[in-house]
């Protein structure tokens, strides 16, 4: 049975789930950040999964990457497999803009995070919600 790990439970709401993936939200408003996680029992890494899992991760992940590009209007779109600190395979989307908190360097370490309010978080997750559902990725 598939479980969240439980830093990404604490750091992240959920959007949806497509196919393969369960998609999240980072609770950081500096940065249009969505992770994908396979729903797949104990899974660290990419080559573990199926080589059918492997297409449709990197299907959803660049189905969700040119989603969110378009959506914000992203100069470059970070995608990325870490899992140091959390080993549950995920994969970060994050659309970049030249005048985000971070720019040019990564994420990771540029500051503390900004969490949402609850105003904010409820509309940018109606927003997802409705990009993933308009491009055929989630159902309705």
Not at 38 to 44: A, D, G, L
Not at 49 to 74: C, F, K, M, Y
Request: glycine share 4%; with cysteine; charged share 20%.
């Amino acid at each position: 049975m598939f479980v969240l790990h439980s830093q990404l439970a604490k750091d992240c709401t959920v959007i949806g789930d497509l196919s393969l993936c369960r998609v999240l939200l980072m609770n950081d408003a500096r940065f249009p950040w969505l992770i994908l996680v396979p729903q797949r029992e104990e899974i660290t890494e990419v080559f573990e999964l199926s080589a059918l899992d492997q297409r449709l991760l990197w299907e959803e992940v660049s189905a969700v990457a040119a989603a969110l590009a378009g959506h914000t209007r992203a100069h470059k779109m970070n995608i990325a497999t870490l899992g140091n600190v959390v080993p549950q395979l995920h994969v970060h989307v994050i659309a970049r803009r030249h005048q985000d908190a971070a720019w040019p360097a990564p994420v990771w370490g540029a500051g503390a995070p900004e969490p949402y309010d609850e105003a904010a978080l409820t509309t940018v997750v109606e927003a997802l919600t409705d990009l993933l559902v308009t491009q055929g990725l989630q159902r309705a």
